[in-house]
């Protein structure tokens, strides 16, 4: 698992891995953060969702996850302005929905001030971000194309970026997609 075996590669680099998981929904990629020793900080704006996810952690046997419901953008941009850094960032925002507060979310219309304001968030030396936007159906060209104007905004170098598709792998080898 690719945030397992980056948290724990971080953790050994640097000895203290803080994950940041923007619409978190159930939790998996916590757990799978939080198990490798990483310190997690799960957002998502709906309260019954992070009490799911919290039931996934304790029937995991894990503890500590920072459990956060709130709107993802509004805790960017305040993690921003208290100068906080990630050795990881996770998200996985849906195509549209609505915040806890009835706020209107459209991914196709925020993504960039989102990815903006959450690489400014990643820590410069040991860093890993997962974007998953498989529901806009947007090509791999066009996810790097995002990312790298916005690491390009903010100046940031990355100097292993791996752009690719989800997919599962079948018995005969091959890759079906999601």
């Known amino acids: 698992d690719f945030i397992y075996d980056r948290s724990k590669q971080i953790i050994q680099q640097n000895n203290t891995c803080n994950v940041l998981n923007l619409f978190a929904y159930t939790g998996g990629a916590s757990l799978a953060a939080r198990t490798a020793g990483a310190d ?64 209107s979310w459209k991914l196709e219309n925020q993504i ?27 090509s791999s060209l066009i996810v790097e194309n995002l990312v790298q104007s916005n690491l390009d905004k903010n100046g940031v170098k990355i100097s292993n970026m791996e752009i690719g598709e989800i997919y599962i792998p079948s018995q005969q080898k091959q890759k079906l997609p999601l």
Do not use: C, T
Not at 80 to 94: E, F, S, T, W
Not at 114 to 123: A, S
């Open 40 to 103: 997690v900080w799960h957002v998502d704006a709906i309260k019954q969702v992070v009490s799911w996810a919290n039931r996934n952690m304790e029937s995991s046997n894990l503890d500590n996850i920072r459990w956060v419901v709130e709107d993802a953008l509004k805790f960017v941009k305040r993690e921003v302005k208290r100068g906080k850094k990630y050795q990881g960032i996770i998200l996985d925002p849906p195509a549209f929905g609505h915040g806890p507060n009835g706020e």
């Open 112 to 138: 960039n001030e989102l990815l903006f304001d959450v690489i400014k968030l990643l820590d410069e030396k040991h860093q890993f971000m997962v974007l998953n936007v498989y529901s806009l159906g947007f």
